[in-house]
């Protein structure tokens, strides 16, 4: 994007959001002040890049693509967190409910990229209790099983610690 067409956007942005608000508000004293700071950002906004055409440097690039590059990586680092949690949860709720406890599960993943890679799956077994009902069963079988419901990933990435 261009620092004039930038420019032009914030300009166009700051007068529609002036609209919206003078739609929103009564008349009144209130609406008059309200006018009145939203015309300062209006020519605030007209006048930024003055000083930079002045020194012969238009370049307004770097200051609206670093905020929305970091926004977007910020977002993909958040919603992988919140997949991989999603998914530590639902196995060690699913054993909890089989009546295996104390059981904790770790993913190490690549959660920067859109492409989310699943490195491995660690599982702690040595604070496991076995609950009467869940007596005589093989518990690394039934927990790669589970795990391998959830997500899709091989099971040599799947690490027992005991």
Do not use: H
């Amino acid at each position: 994007m261009s620092s004039i067409s930038a420019w032009a956007l914030s300009i166009v942005g700051i007068c529609l959001l002036s609209v919206v608000i003078d739609l929103m508000l009564p008349s009144g004293k209130t609406n008059s002040n309200i006018k009145k700071v939203v015309s300062y950002a209006i020519i605030l906004v007209v006048l930024l890049p003055i000083p930079n055409i002045l020194n012969g440097n238009i370049r307004a690039e770097g200051i609206f693509d670093n905020s929305i590059i970091e926004l977007q990586d910020n977002y993909i680092y958040n919603l992988n967190q919140s997949k991989l949690d999603s998914i530590k949860n639902k196995i060690e709720n699913e054993l909890n409910s089989m009546g295996i406890l104390g059981v904790s599960v770790s993913i190490s993943a690549n959660i920067f990229e859109d492409d989310m890679e699943i490195y491995a799956i660690y599982v702690d077994l040595y604070n496991l209790v076995i609950t009467e009902d869940a007596s005589n069963i093989n518990i690394k079988k039934i927990v790669k099983d589970l795990i391998l419901g959830c997500i899709s990933i091989k099971e040599e990435k799947i690490i027992f610690y005991e």
